[in-house]
């Protein structure tokens, strides 16, 4: 599960960092939000099924 987290948080992050060059206007915005979320969404996935130290 942790590795396709990972995956998709890299291809989420690519993903932002090519429309960025790809759209304009509103359809950029609504775009790179969207694959905002998704970032947020695995990094947060990925904290809380981090290991615990002790």
Do not use: E, Y
């Amino acid at each position: 599960m942790k590795a396709l987290l990972w995956c998709v948080l890299v291809l989420a992050l690519l993903f932002n960092v090519a429309t960025s060059f790809a759209f304009d206007g509103v359809q950029q915005v609504l775009v790179s939000v969207s694959s905002g979320v998704v970032v947020i969404g695995s990094g947060v996935g990925l904290f809380l099924m981090r290991t615990k130290r002790s």
